[in-house]
C-alpha cells in the first residue's frame, strides 16, 4: 500500500468503505464521495440510511497527501507492519466518528484532527 498512487488509494478508499458495509460513490469527476448508508445501525438492525447522501469533499490528491501526512503517527497508534495502511485505517475511524457523533450534518471535510463535519 506505501507505494499507490493518488487515485489508486482514493479506489482503496471506496473499498475500504465496502468491506465495512459502508456505501459510497465517487462522483464523476472525483472531487468527492457520496455516502448512502453507513455503519449506524437503525431500530430494525440495517444501516443507517442518509437521504440525502452525506457528501465527503475529498479528491484522489488531497486523500494522499492527508494519508502521507499522517502514516507514521498513524502507525505508532494503530500498529502494523505498513504506515499507509494503518493510516487509511485510522482514517476510517476519523470518517466513522464524524458522521456517528454529529448527525444532521451532510458535508464532510478533511480536518486537522481528522474529519470534520459541516
Do not use: N
Not at 39 to 66: N, Q
Amino acid at each position: 500500500m506505501a507505494d499507490l498512487t493518488d487515485e489508486e488509494l482514493y479506489d482503496e478508499l471506496v473499498a475500504s468503505l465496502a468491506a465495512e458495509g459502508v456505501r459510497a460513490t465517487a462522483r464523476p469527476d472525483r472531487s468527492g464521495l457520496l455516502i448512502h448508508h453507513g455503519w449506524s445501525l437503525g431500530a430494525d438492525g440495517a444501516p443507517e440510511r442518509f437521504e440525502p447522501p452525506l457528501e465527503l469533499h475529498l479528491d484522489p490528491c488531497a486523500l494522499g497527501r492527508h494519508l502521507r501526512g499522517m502514516a507514521a503517527d498513524a502507525q505508532e497508534a494503530m500498529g502494523g507492519s505498513s504506515p499507509m495502511r494503518a493510516a487509511m485505517s485510522l482514517f476510517l475511524v476519523h470518517l466513522e466518528e464524524a458522521v456517528g457523533t454529529r448527525p444532521g450534518r451532510r458535508h464532510l471535510h478533511l480536518g486537522r484532527g481528522g474529519v470534520d463535519a459541516r
